[in-house]
């Protein structure tokens, strides 16, 4: 069911849970919340698996020692955001809608690493459940990012009768 949740919370917890992943693959994280709460209305532990995941994809993709960066903030059109960003080999042009489709692997990652290409694919359909969205662009000087948003939740409103 949704409730009020706070973004900052669940990457928070995340980033506990996923701590020794990124202790093992020595990587320099950089997280950057804002002061005020990210409030918007989720399920927290559904919304929980898909920040993990996308965090999870971005440290086992990362080279050692790189640097992940996450960065969590309100859009000027007042959706929540999350960045999560890596210098991981990135993901050619022509599959950055497809890695969201079930049993899809970039044709960069697929190296034995053992995936199934379905988180990606249950990531979207949690974010569209709540009414969000997740997207990937290449950086420019190498790696991924990956764009999670939400609605805001507005103080008072309630779940759809679909979603409760």
Do not use: M, W
């Not at 918007?40 to 898909?50: F, Y």
């Not at 969000?132 to 309630?158: E, K, W, Y």
């Amino acid at each position: 069911h949704l409730e009020p949740c706070d973004l900052r919370a669940i990457v928070k917890a995340v980033l506990r849970e996923l701590d020794p992943l990124l202790a093992q693959r020595q990587l320099r994280l950089s997280v950057r919340l804002p002061e005020q709460a990210l409030d918007c209305k989720a399920d927290p532990s559904r919304l929980h698996q898909a920040v993990r995941n996308v965090v999870a994809n971005a440290i086992k993709f990362s080279p050692e020692g790189s640097a992940l960066d996450i960065y969590g903030r309100y859009s000027a059109q007042g959706e929540v955001c999350l960045s999560v960003s890596d210098q991981g080999p990135g993901i050619p042009p022509a599959e950055l809608d497809a890695i969201f489709d079930a049993f899809v692997q970039s044709s960069q990652t697929k190296d034995g690493s053992g995936g199934t290409g379905l988180g990606l694919a249950i990531c979207r359909k949690i974010l569209q459940v709540h009414g969000g969205h997740i997207s990937a662009d290449n950086r420019p000087g190498g790696g991924a990012v990956f764009h999670i948003s939400l609605p805001q939740r507005v103080h008072g409103d309630t779940a759809p009768a679909a979603l409760a």
